[in-house]
């Protein structure tokens, strides 16, 4: 057991029965030329949580802790996207049209895969869905229950988006999760603010918020 120094209070964890969760670190998302930029965003503000985000994911498999990566992206035929999710933003380069970095958010295009610093090692399983929550539409739900996994220290992009809409989906399944700040990034610095205040606020009512700083302290010291 380990506990880490968070907001509202220390986070408890047993190394055994908890994952790390690497949301969406795409270049699609991350880096320039990618859905990101196209939806008219500053990506560089995305770049900040890769550093952070990969001292934990070593430490992490230092002390052989589950790691699950996510990214959001659909088949070719785009038959699991639905239309609306296509339609909206009247974009002129949206999910499914040619971008810098191959097909916008389509499964198997450059752009569609992880950032090479925090790439996926073999045996880290990597759940594709459709949608902004992780747990909608994939097989997370039983790949974490077949692991007798209960916690989750989750890192990832962007923070009110897909981070939000997955650790609110797995505090309704029974998952206690620690946000990580520093490992968390949106391209705006007020939703950033606002959706790791609503985490943690009214006691927890999602989850935890600490650093990975923090967070790495009380991984030495896991026993
Ligand atoms: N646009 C935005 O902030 N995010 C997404 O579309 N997906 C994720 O957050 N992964």
Redesign the pocket.
């Given at each position: 057991m380990a506990a880490v120094n968070a907001e509202p209070y220390e986070f408890e964890f047993d190394p055994k029965t908890t994952a790390l969760v690497m949301?969406?670190f795409q270049r699609d998302?991350v880096d320039p030329g990618g859905?990101?930029e196209a939806?008219g965003?500053d990506v560089s503000l995305l770049r900040r949580a890769v550093p952070p985000a990969e001292r934990v994911l070593k430490a992490a498999r230092a002390r052989a802790l589950m790691v699950i990566h996510t990214r959001?992206g659909h088949r070719p035929d785009l038959s699991d996207c639905p239309p609306a999710k296509k339609a909206r933003g009247r974009l002129t380069a949206g999910i499914g049209d040619p971008g810098p970095m191959g097909r916008i958010l389509v499964r198997g295009e450059e752009g569609h895969d992880i950032v090479k610093e925090l790439y996926p090692e073999p045996g880290e399983p990597v759940v594709d869905k459709p949608g902004?929550g992780a747990f909608f539409a994939t097989d997370l739900d039983s790949i974490l229950k077949n692991r007798g996994i209960r916690q989750l220290v989750v890192c990832?992009?962007?923070t009110?988006?897909?981070?939000n809409t997955t650790v609110r989906e797995a505090n309704d399944r029974g998952y206690d999760c620690l946000v990580l700040e520093d490992c968390v990034a949106?391209?705006f610095p007020e939703f950033q603010k606002a959706a790791l205040a609503m985490v943690k606020a009214q006691g927890g009512i999602f989850g935890w918020v600490s650093d990975s700083k923090r967070f790495l302290e009380a991984l030495a010291t896991a026993r």
């Open positions: 949301i969406d998302f859905f990101g939806l965003n959001e902004k990832g992009v962007t009110e988006v897909c981070v949106s391209y």
